[in-house]
């Protein structure tokens, strides 16, 4: 599906394939989450939470750079706008083995700002073309960028494309397109999620104005028909929010994006398979909330969700048998489920 433009430097790994991705999430898309999605859809594209530069390079690698090797095909995004930084950090990305490091050039939060990450460098198309050329400078891996369609005062489709075009002219190829604009003063992070309308048509005109490049669109995509109908003009769609509330709506991607008719696991044995993945990590000194706190929405929409979900967000904090309260859920949530797990997702 995508052809790499630029011959120097080669992406020598192979592209992972894009049609379906995880968006990267602060505090959501952590380890645990990855490795339980990753239960449920063997294909689609993860992506790490945002991580800066920064910490990277002075903090705890095991911690920023560390996951399990189940979890690929895996993503690395990035918060920086250094080149020489990023250019760093990207090299530790290959070398730990990811398949490929992504910029955020899509976060609006004033934290971030304050240290020209994420949205704001929306205006400033050269800095991030000269940071994607150093990263692709120093790694084999794919560089990709995450952004939105624009910035407050720089929300034209001009400047739009001018800035995929300076960014595509530095080695880039693939964009994740987040269908809003990012206002960046006055409105939450979480505000901006919502707030500034979705124009899925500016992400499609831009697909038509650069057929070359692999454009993915993000941002409120919910319904998997919906997102196939997109995949008519554009490369791929990435899902946030409804694939962390909505976990097991990942269960058909495999087949419909990524022609692969292995039936999916069952609710069940996700949460079953879970458990030695649990077990571990309480043995290494975890917690178990850790973990389970994002499997809260496994049952969304069937019988006894309410109780999976009040079981391990409540009952979980008053009980130091925290395994013996996961066995036992799993055996309700069988009780109560097992002739209808299968059965389509609710419309
Ligand atoms: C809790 C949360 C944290 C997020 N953190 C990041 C992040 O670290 N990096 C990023 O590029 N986008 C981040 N986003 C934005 C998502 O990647 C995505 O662009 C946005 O949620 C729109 O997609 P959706 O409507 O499918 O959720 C975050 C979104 C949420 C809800």
Known sequence: MHQNQ???PATTRPEPNRAFSIAPMMDWTDRHYRYFARLITRHALLYTEMVTTGAVIHGDRTRFLGFNPEEHPLALQLGGSNAAELAQCAALAEQASFAEVNLNVGCPSDRVQNNMIGACLMGHPQVVADGVKAMR???????TVKHRIGINGRDSYAEL???????????CTTFAVHARIAI?????????????????DVVHQLKKDFPQLEILLNGGLTDLNVMQQHLAE??????GREAYHNPYMMAEVDQRFF???TPPLSRLEVMAQMRPYIARHIEQGGVMNHVTRHILGLFQGLPGARHFRRQLSSAIHQTDQPLALYDQLLEDMTQRLQPRDCEPQPA
Not at 137 to 143: L, R
Not at 161 to 171: M, T
Not at 185 to 200: A, M, Q
């Open 6 to 8: 630029h011959s120097s």
């Open 137 to 143: 400078d120093a790694c084999t891996i794919p560089v």
């Open 161 to 171: 494309c001018d800035f995929v075009g300076q960014v595509h002219e530095a080695g």
């Open 184 to 200: 960046l003063e006055g409105l939450s992070p979480k505000e901006n999620r919502d707030i500034p309308p979705l124009k899925y």
């Open 234 to 239: 554009l490369d791929g769609v990435m899902v």
């Open 259 to 261: 022609g692969d008719d």
